[in-house]
C-alpha cells in the first residue's frame, strides 16, 4: 500500500489519528475465577485475551534461584480475515512465544520464587495490527490480577515510518505498508533507550501512554474488588 495512502496531506491517517495518537484502548481484569490471574484488552480493533496460572511449583526444577517463565501465544482462527487454518506451535507462534518469555522474564521479580514456574497464556481474539503489543499489554494486566510482583509495567507498542514521518501504535494497513517497524516493550518508570531517534522516540511516548491506561485498569479493578470484599 501506497504510503500516501496512508497519511494524508493534513498529517491525519486512515483511521482519523494523527501521527503519535494511540488507538482507543480499553483494558479489564479478574475475568475468570479459575485462573490466578486474567485480563483483556483491546487496542483499537486488536483484541487480546491472557491468562496467568502461578506460581506454582516446577517439578523439573530447572531453575533453583528463581521461577521459569512459560509463555504461550497463539491467534483464534477467526481472529483474522484469512480463511488459513494456523496449528498450534506454528512458527510465528513460536517465535511470539519466545519474545513474550523474554520480555517477562526481565520484568517479573523471578528470584523471590524459587523452584517454582509461572505459566502466561495469550491469545489474540481479532487481530488488526499490533499483536504483540497487545499481548504484552494483556499479559501485564494479567500478572498484577495473580498478585505477581514485576518491577513496573511492562508496557508495548509498535511505531513506523510513513513518508519519514514516524507513527505510532500501527493498524494493520500500517504494518503492512512496507515501510520500517518496529515492536517496543518497555518498563516505563525504569526503561530509557537512546541513539534509536524520532522512530524511538514516537514508540516509547506510545508505551507511556498505554502505561497510564494499564495504571487506570488495575486501580478501577482494585476499587472493585474492594467494593465486594467491603474493605
Not at 8 to 18: A, W
Given at each position: 500500500m501506497a504510503g500516501l495512502e496512508l497519511l494524508?496531506?493534513?498529517?491525519?491517517?486512515?483511521?482519523?489519528?494523527?501521527a503519535t495518537e494511540l488507538r482507543k484502548v480499553h483494558a479489564r481484569m479478574g475475568l475468570f475465577a479459575q485462573v490466578d490471574g486474567s485480563a483483556y484488552i483491546e487496542q483499537g480493533n486488536t483484541k487480546a485475551l491472557a491468562v496467568v496460572y502461578g506460581s506454582h511449583e516446577d517439578r523439573a526444577a530447572r531453575l533453583h534461584d528463581r521461577a521459569v517463565i512459560n509463555c504461550q501465544y497463539s491467534m483464534a482462527t477467526f481472529s483474522t480475515a484469512e480463511r488459513k487454518r494456523r496449528p498450534h506451535g506454528d512458527r510465528k507462534s513460536t517465535e511470539m512465544s519466545l519474545h513474550l518469555k523474554q520480555t517477562?522474564?526481565?520484568a517479573v521479580l523471578t528470584n523471590l520464587y524459587p523452584r517454582s514456574q509461572i505459566d502466561i497464556y495469550v491469545k489474540i481474539l481479532q487481530s488488526d495490527g499490533g499483536n504483540y503489543s497487545a499481548c504484552v499489554n494483556a499479559a501485564t494486566l494479567?500478572?498484577?490480577?495473580?498478585?505477581?510482583p514485576m518491577r513496573d509495567y511492562v508496557c508495548a507498542c509498535t511505531a513506523g515510518f510513513v513518508d519519514e514521518t514516524p507513527l505510532a501504535d500501527l493498524?494493520?494497513?500500517e504494518e503492512s505498508g512496507g515501510g520500517t517497524s518496529l515492536a517496543l516493550a518497555l518498563l516505563p518508570r525504569g526503561?530509557?533507550?537512546?541513539?534509536?531517534?524520532?522512530?524511538m522516540e514516537a514508540a516509547m511516548t506510545a508505551c507511556k501512554g498505554v502505561s497510564k491506561v494499564l495504571d487506570e485498569v488495575v486501580r478501577q479493578h482494585l476499587q472493585e474488588v474492594s467494593a465486594l470484599t467491603g474493605e
Open positions: 494524508s496531506d493534513q498529517g491525519y491517517r486512515l483511521d482519523g489519528r494523527k517477562f522474564e526481565a494479567a500478572v498484577i490480577d495473580a498478585g505477581i493498524c494493520h494497513a526503561g530509557h533507550i537512546d541513539h534509536l531517534e524520532t522512530l
